[in-house]
């Protein structure tokens, strides 16, 4: 990928023609190049060319790439030892918030992901070329990016030349700087968005020594794909990881990969969890529509979703679409997000009774997806991404069913899995590969994606959390230590002091928002409605001023609106459905006006992982907020609450008002 559109010494970039800068730029669009471009290029060109004569030993690059975000820089001044980051508003008066965080965004991004600008002093410029001249006012975060600055055209110069003033930074080479490796760890949404339009993974994902490269995994999963092919077999193939691992980002650079109807490849992206697949297929539609605005062909919403389904569908639909024959799927590369949650054969059976019509279904749902892909005469792929401790829902069958369902039906099917896949995590227990003959399996470790890149700021926080979810109080106090150097977890008795610590930590367009377990139900005392249900699209992508928005911090969603997604801050609410009592978990649903004791096993585990769902949602940091509870009310008494606040303290875990991380800069 082009880093750059057009880079240049201040020097070269003074004395070539506008007209010779504007066509590179235009050489390197991918895009056909439209007036609105083509004018505030030019306006980018014309004042920078009369602004830089007083910055000599400058380097500036236009249309400068950050893949993570699936968009570029307007342009990127270097000067002593300093990255600036410019966002014009060609014709603007104001100073838009818009335009502030959008600039803000670039400079967190190059800081935490730009493997040279790491150390380097990074500032943010909102260039409003009509704007009134502010007054100077350079503050800066602890990590070394400013405060957005605000200039015009006849002073971003001078801006420039104060502020490199200021740091006595130490020089940088700049052909160094503008090829540096990039270092990103994308949200799913973000993932999906650069995938779309065509990036690949390498572009948008970590590829340092630390972090497992998900290249790896595409190819062994293509490696398969290949071999089935040529050899006219049926393959399945079992992807696991840790939360956050990066699988359902595999799973979407497989289906972008091998969606190619005319080599009889088509694949598409499957999952029964109903929020992610809303909103991926919103995010996507949204941005081609976006895109479109200024082009002659455009866009309509209707059209943009119809064709982001060919790529990401809910399972439920294709398992439906595929009742209603007995013909063999246009896909022969199917892949299954969280595939530990197809149903039960009781569940489905139930389901389709009841749903459907359908009496005498009598297969579990792992059974009949295998089924529909079986319908092929020659051959078919698999791939099934595996969450350990993911299963929340009644009904649900776990990893065995999968095992299961080959061993009885489908013998010529081969089978691969990396070593964790046996794992108690993933089996519950059982030995599932003794169900299948010795010549069916395949053991490859590239199927396993054993580091969390959810959180680029700690690989341990889904460790750290499991832990602590297991009362293994020395190990989880341990984590804890290690985990807050970089990843700021902390407590409060209080949810107002919550929002308010969410908001000073958000920089930017970063995103938080309150979650909470879905059957929290007694939360309704602190003002958190559980039983008011979200719009996931509207929660997870519209801005922060609409009260539907995760941001307005007053809506909140539960484990199932949010699994497979995350934001950049969160707000963990606790109610008294998991309680602390003489050093063990209770597990509580409350019916009617009164808390219940919950028995069931199965039930108890899927309380457990709604929790743990909740606790590893977050890229950047957290709140857990646990109410004081009420001596007066019996359903809210403070001994349901006061435990639990007393063992996340004894794992090391801060009150907020003790916390020292916080940056109230705004």
Aim: proline letters at 4%.
């Amino acid at each position: 990928m082009q880093r750059a559109y057009y880079s240049a010494t201040q020097e070269e970039f003074l004395k070539t023609e506008p007209n010779a800068i504007l066509g590179a730029l235009a050489r390197s669009h991918p895009f056909s190049l439209e007036d609105l471009q083509r004018n505030a290029w030019l306006t980018q060109i014309n004042i920078l060319q009369k602004q830089l004569h007083i910055i000599p030993d400058s380097y500036i690059a236009f249309e400068y790439a950050i893949p993570r975000m699936g968009k570029r820089v307007d342009a990127v001044i270097l000067h002593a030892g300093v990255v600036f980051v410019l966002e014009f508003k060609a014709g603007e008066k104001k100073y838009t918030q818009h335009a502030i965080r959008q600039a803000l965004d670039y400079a967190l991004d190059l800081k935490n992901f730009h493997a040279l600008s790491h150390a380097m002093p990074i500032v943010p410029i909102v260039v409003a070329t009509e704007g009134e001249e502010k007054e100077l006012c350079y503050e800066k975060y602890e990590d070394g990016v400013s405060l957005p600055i605000k200039a015009n055209k006849s002073n971003v110069a001078a801006c420039i030349l104060t502020i490199s003033r200021k740091e006595h930074a130490q020089q940088i080479d700049p052909a160094l700087w503008c090829n540096a490796q990039y270092q990103p760890t994308p949200t799913i949404i973000e993932a999906a968005q650069a995938l779309y339009k065509g990036h690949s993974v390498r572009e948008i994902s970590r590829s340092d020594s630390g972090a497992i490269n998900l290249e790896k995994t595409s190819a062994a999963i293509s490696k398969i794909i290949e071999s089935s092919k040529r050899n006219s077999q049926k393959s399945i193939c079992f992807i696991t990881g840790v939360p956050g691992a990066g699988k359902t980002l595999a799973g979407l650079t497989l289906a972008n990969e091998r969606n190619n109807t005319d080599k009889g490849e088509h694949a598409v992206f499957l999952s029964g969890n109903g929020p992610l697949v809303e909103v991926l297929q919103e995010a996507l539609a949204r941005n081609e529509v976006a895109e479109s605005k200024n082009t002659k062909e455009g866009m309509t919403k209707r059209r943009a979703l119809s064709k982001v389904k060919a790529f990401i569908q809910n399972i439920h639909h294709f398992r439906d679409d595929n009742l209603r024959t007995t013909e063999a799927p246009i896909e022969r590369v199917t892949i299954f997000d969280e595939a530990q949650r197809a149903w039960t054969a009781e569940q489905a059976s139930s389901f389709m009774a009841r749903k459907k019509g359908i009496a005498d279904f009598s297969m579990s749902e792992p059974e009949f997806l295998i089924s529909v892909l079986d319908r092929h005469k020659d051959w078919a792929t698999i791939v099934c991404l595996i969450g350990g401790g993911q299963e929340i829902n009644t009904g649900e069958a776990g990893l065995p069913e999968w095992f299961s369902a080959i061993s009885k039906q489908y013998p010529h099917w081969n089978v691969y899995v990396s070593d964790a896949l046996s794992e108690h995590e993933y089996t519950n227990g059982k030995d599932i590969y003794s169900l299948l003959k010795t010549n069916q399996l395949t053991i490859n470790n590239n199927l396993h994606l054993a580091v969390s890149v959810r959180s680029f700021r700690s690989e341990q926080v889904s460790a750290c959390i499991g832990k602590a979810l297991a009362l293994n109080l020395h190990e989880a106090k341990e984590l804890f230590l290690k985990v807050q150097k970089t990843y700021p977890i902390v407590l409060t008795r209080s949810l107002e002091r919550a929002k308010q610590w969410l908001q000073a930590h958000a920089r930017g367009n970063e995103q938080y928002g309150i979650t909470a377990y879905s059957g929290a139900l007694r939360l309704k005392p602190e003002g958190i409605h559980i039983k008011a249900k979200i719009d996931p699209k509207n929660w997870f992508l519209n801005p922060r001023d609409d009260v539907r928005s995760s941001m307005f911090l007053e809506d909140v969603a539960t484990e199932f609106d949010i699994q497979g997604l995350e934001l950049d801050w969160t707000c963990v609410a606790w109610d008294a459905s998991l309680r602390l009592e003489n050093g063990k978990w209770e597990y509580k649903a409350f019916k009617g006006t009164k808390w219940q004791n919950v028995n069931d096993s199965v039930r108890r585990r899927y309380l457990l992982n709604a929790y743990r769902v909740l606790l590893t949602r977050a890229r950047q940091g957290m709140v857990i907020f646990i109410p004081e509870g009420n001596p007066d009310d019996e359903t809210h008494l403070p001994e349901f609450y006061s435990p639990v606040y007393e063992y996340f303290s004894a794992c090391g875990v801060p009150d907020i008002d003790m916390d020292l991380t916080a940056d109230n800069k705004s």
